[in-house]
């Protein structure tokens, strides 16, 4: 009877998913989460790149508060939200060695389950950019 036992191979797929298939269940949230970090600092960089150009190039962005405020309307119309306070901006800075730039610089929190599993997923996402400052080049 316990040859028998033994030989029967029923149920044998559901011990091996039961085995297997937590693993793949965390492998594919986490290339879902990983996937969702990458575009969320794609999406930061941009915010971060279109601020600083507005700050070079339109009256829009004249005052800080109002290069905050544009920034967290770009992020807003990807969905992602960002405070004032995470928006840091500088005007006539040297920023990655060229001078004269302007510079915005984005710190956002991530979160993601991600957090408790990988101790090496990022809590907070930042996203920096230049543009040279273009305030006193003279018009065409």
């Known amino acids: 009877m316990l040859n028998r036992l033994f030989k029967d191979q029923r149920g044998a797929a559901a011990i091996e998913f ?11 949230f986490g290339l879902i989460e ?20 507005c700050m070079s190039i339109s009256t829009q962005c004249d005052d800080q508060t109002a290069q905050q405020d544009f920034a967290i309307s770009r992020a807003g119309s990807y969905g992602i939200t960002i405070a004032a306070a995470d928006v840091a901006v500088q005007s006539n800075t040297t920023c990655k060695t060229f001078g004269s730039s302007n510079r915005v610089v984005i710190d956002a929190g991530f979160n993601s389950v991600m ?21 006193g080049a003279a018009t065409p």
């Open 18 to 28: 039961a085995l297997l298939g937590p693993t793949l269940v965390l492998m594919l």
């Open 34 to 53: 990983t996937g969702r970090l990458f575009w969320t600092q794609h999406t930061l960089d941009e915010v971060a790149y279109s601020t600083v150009r």
């Open 115 to 135: 957090h408790n599993l990988v101790p090496q997923f990022p809590a907070v996402i930042e996203a920096e950019a230049c543009f040279p400052s273009l305030a």
